[in-house]
């Protein structure tokens, strides 16, 4: 079965649709076979949806202008990235105003600053930094993480945020793979671990759970639901086993696995249980 097939058939069990957008709603710069439909069907029968990234490039102004330019049409409020994750780390922590060293781009507008923190980018005042925040794009990343590295060293009871936890991410222009912000801030926590010091990054998209509780929290805000959203009426659907899929299924969310983007059958047969969905599809619709 395809999966718009099944949401037809059960819209009545859920109460939001949670969507990862690359490798599921669109293949680089053009929309999935029956991605249209489904956001269609979901704006006609009242089923709020909620797209789910870990890009952390690109505000959410240019994430919805790029999922536009692939047919696409969703507003800004649909979109919850892990760059949005940082206002509610901010407010948690209660580190509204304090300066952080940015490594790379955090979209424009800027997720920090949107989030209640100064920016810095001049090494030249990381002392006066309350943390460090691995960001995206490029930029010199030897330069900096030497820079990042020997800050920790200084001061290894600062924080060290990484909005996207991803270690690589796919290029869908040049079929290859990019090494994501995730996989910097491992790489640092390594260098630090092997000089002795344990300084522990925050990741903040998926699969960690303050995303996925986000999105059950605003869908009970914005449609004035009296109760708390049960985990079990929401329905994450993704192509990616340890992060779509690890995510949902940590805090309870029905998972739904779509074999269209970066997992192929034989990882899906040999994954542990932990990262088996409850339903796997072949495609949105039928090409």
Same mark, same amino acid.
């Given at each position: 079965?395809?999966?718009?097939?099944?949401?037809?058939?059960?819209?009545?069990?859920?109460?939001?649709?949670?969507?990862?957008?690359?490798?599921?709603?669109?293949?680089?710069?053009?929309?999935?076979?029956?991605?249209?439909?489904?956001?269609?069907?979901?704006?006609?029968?009242?089923?709020?949806?909620?797209?789910?990234?870990?890009?952390?490039?690109?505000?959410?102004?240019?994430?919805?202008?790029?999922?536009?330019?692939?047919?696409?049409? /969703?507003?800004? $409020?649909?979109? %919850?990235? +892990? =760059?949005?994750?940082?206002?509610?780390?901010?407010?948690?922590? *209660?580190?509204? @105003?304090?300066?952080?060293?940015?490594?790379?781009?955090?979209?424009?507008?800027?997720?920090?600053?949107?989030?209640?923190?100064?920016?810095?980018?001049?090494?030249?005042?990381?002392?006066?930094?309350?943390?460090?925040?691995?960001?995206?794009?490029?930029?010199?990343?030897?330069?900096?993480?030497?820079?990042?590295?020997?800050?920790?060293?200084?001061?290894?009871?600062?924080?060290?945020?990484?909005?996207?936890?991803?270690?690589?991410?796919?290029?869908? /222009?040049?079929? $290859?793979?990019? %090494?994501? +912000? =995730?996989?910097?801030?491992?790489?640092?926590?390594?260098?630090? *671990?092997?000089? @002795?010091?344990?300084?522990?990054?925050?990741?903040?998209?998926?699969?960690?759970?303050?995303?996925?509780?986000?999105?059950?929290?605003?869908?009970?805000?914005?449609?004035?639901?009296?109760?708390?959203?049960?985990?079990?009426?929401?329905?994450?659907?993704?192509?990616?086993?340890?992060?779509?899929?690890?995510?949902?299924?940590?805090?309870?969310?029905?998972?739904?696995?779509?074999?269209?983007?970066?997992?192929?059958?034989?990882?899906?047969?040999?994954?542990?249980?932990?990262?088996?969905?409850?339903?796997?599809?072949?495609?949105?619709?039928?090409?």
């Amino acid at each position: 079965m395809y999966f718009n097939d099944f949401l037809m058939k059960n819209r009545a069990r859920y109460d939001v649709l949670l969507c990862d957008i690359d490798g599921t709603l669109a293949h680089g710069s053009r929309a999935a076979t029956g991605a249209v439909e489904l956001l269609d069907f979901c704006h006609k029968n009242d089923l709020p949806v909620f797209l789910l990234t870990n890009d952390s490039n690109h505000s959410l102004e240019e994430k919805s202008a790029i999922i536009e330019q692939a047919g696409l049409i /969703v507003t800004t $409020e649909e979109i %919850i990235s +892990a =760059g949005s994750m940082l206002k509610y780390f901010v407010e948690e922590n *209660h580190i509204a @105003g304090q300066k952080f060293f940015v490594l790379g781009d955090l979209g424009k507008p800027c997720f920090a600053e949107h989030a209640g923190l100064e920016v810095c980018r001049n090494p030249d005042q990381i002392e006066d930094c309350a943390g460090i925040i691995i960001g995206e794009g490029k930029y010199n990343w030897q330069g900096f993480l030497h820079v990042a590295f020997n800050f920790f060293i200084r001061h290894p009871d600062r924080w060290l945020l990484s909005p996207n936890p991803d270690s690589y991410w796919p290029s869908h /222009v040049r079929g $290859e793979f990019g %090494i994501g +912000a =995730g996989g910097k801030a491992r790489f640092l926590r390594m260098l630090l *671990h092997e000089y @002795g010091l344990e300084v522990e990054p925050h990741f903040l998209g998926k699969p960690y759970p303050g995303i996925y509780r986000c999105a059950l929290e605003e869908t009970q805000r914005r449609w004035n639901l009296k109760e708390p959203l049960s985990p079990a009426r929401a329905l994450m659907l993704g192509d990616s086993l340890t992060s779509d899929i690890a995510g949902a299924k940590a805090i309870g969310i029905t998972s739904a696995l779509l074999m269209t983007g970066i997992t192929t059958p034989e990882k899906l047969a040999t994954a542990p249980e932990t990262l088996q969905p409850d339903l796997t599809f072949e495609g949105l619709a039928q090409v």
